[in-house]
């Protein structure tokens, strides 16, 4: 019996709104006030096509049988963007993909309608460095260690019980965790064959039983699904694509059997590396996401939410509409930057997108001195007995250098040390 195939197309146009990417402002490209310049919003590239036309779009390559009393699934297709070539993946993604901007909202949390989720990755071992706010989920998108030391994995793990425990100044209802590539003792047949190139000969391996067992007071997450407060579906994932010989690492041709085992009523999506185009780009611009791992967010799963790290110098967020990218890298390129905890409140109603919780705050210049008082960074208080200064000034994005200037501690570098520390605990205090 003869079988006939159909196929269909898609085109796409521009949108009257495209930021040209070459004459954006910072401003333009800053998402809330999460004090860094955040990514993708002005894109050169955000089409009109959603999730949903995609997923029209794949439907249509469905097999049609003259037959009528057999339907026939249509053979496998080459892929036809290039998985291992980020750059010409890309190039002819890119206008596939939809940049709108999140929708926003400040003030405490509203337990009746939402549950406040706080986003970290990629710490580092500079955990206590990072403040989290008040939150009934804290998620942490990988990379706590930089070898797998099982010593920063206790500590890394002592962190999160005192949180829970509401010793760090906020309270955290309870930790979701996964692995990332630096996370080498998690991964132990692999670490057996690469550790000579981490560590000095001579030092040993670590022990990697110990590292594993060590973490926890947390739910950790190696490809698993887990259901956390208010029915929130959570899926976890370390993988990402073949990066030097780090841990969990799979060819791109490969990766995608790791993505479609993400089960489709997934709410909250936590992997260590970005999908292509979101969050993804390097300090030298190139698009290092995964090509599957996108396919699979927004033609089948379509999670609300989906955090993850790994390229340090794409911190921040974008939405398509459906999904929020959270890039929560807690520390810069050079680990020396050390970003603010993104929050994000989930709403209850599963129809409505995530949101993005931008911090706020009426304190005044006495309320602010004390707070410093209080809150042990009473060393700063001469610099604002001299300068009157407000709160949403002093977290404002991308203005730290005038902070310190309009304070007159710029020249003081412990001062700056001390302020920065200050205002990343007092960003926190201001999420209610």
């Not at 986003?119 to 804290?138: E, F, Q, R």
């Not at 989906?306 to 680990?335: I, K, M, P, Q, W």
């Not at 809150?375 to 310190?404: I, M, T, W, Y």
């Amino acid at each position: 019996m003869s079988k006939f195939w159909a196929t269909g197309s898609q085109s796409s146009s521009s949108d009257d709104s495209t930021f040209d990417d070459a004459s954006c402002t910072d401003s333009d490209r800053t998402v809330g006030s999460l004090g860094y310049s955040s990514f993708e919003i002005a894109e050169d590239e955000p089409p009109e096509a959603s999730c949903r036309q995609l997923e029209s779009f794949n439907e249509s390559f469905r097999a049609i049988s003259i037959d009528t009393s057999e339907v026939t699934a249509s053979p496998a297709r080459p892929p036809t963007l290039p998985v291992d070539d980020t750059r010409v993946a890309w190039a002819r993604a890119r206008h596939t993909q939809n940049f709108v901007p999140p929708q926003r909202r400040s003030g405490p949390p509203d337990p009746t309608r939402y549950t406040r989720i706080a986003c970290i990755s990629d710490t580092h071992g500079y955990h206590k460095n990072i403040a989290v706010p008040n939150c009934d989920i804290l998620i942490h998108g990988g990379d706590f260690t930089n070898f797998g030391e099982p010593e920063m994995v206790e500590d890394t793990s002592r962190y999160f019980a005192e949180l829970q425990r509401g010793e760090r100044g906020a309270r955290v209802g309870s930790v979701v965790c996964i692995a990332g590539n630096h996370e080498l003792t998690f991964q132990p047949e692999h670490y057996e064959k690469v550790w000579r190139q981490f560590h000095h000969p001579e030092s040993g391996p670590y022990d990697c039983q110990r590292a594993r067992e060590a973490l926890n007071n947390c739910t950790y997450l190696e490809d698993e699904s887990y259901t956390a407060k208010n029915g929130i579906k959570v899926y976890g994932s370390p993988w990402q694509p073949e990066f030097h010989r780090w841990a969990f690492n799979l060819p791109r041709t490969e990766i995608g059997d790791k993505w479609r085992a993400i089960p489709d009523d997934t709410d909250v999506l936590v992997t260590h590396g970005p999908p292509l185009g979101r969050g993804d780009r390097t300090g030298d611009g190139q698009r290092v996401g995964c090509l599957e791992l996108m396919r699979q967010i927004q033609g089948h799963v379509r999670p609300r939410l989906h955090v993850f790290g790994h390229v340090h110098e794409s911190y921040g967020v974008s939405s398509d509409g459906t999904t929020l990218y959270v890039n929560a890298s807690s520390v810069g390129r050079d680990y020396e930057k050390h970003n603010p905890c993104i929050v994000v409140d989930l709403p209850h109603d599963p129809s409505i997108p995530a949101v993005l919780v931008e911090p706020s705050s009426s304190m005044q210049q006495d309320d602010i001195r004390e707070w410093l008082r209080q809150n042990g960074h009473e060393r700063l208080v001469p610099f604002f007995e001299r300068q009157e200064v407000s709160a949403d000034f002093l977290v404002k994005p991308d203005n730290f250098g005038e902070v310190c200037c309009v304070l007159g501690l710029h020249r003081s570098a412990k001062a700056v040390a001390d302020l920065k520390a200050a205002l990343m605990d007092l960003r926190a205090f201001m999420y209610g």
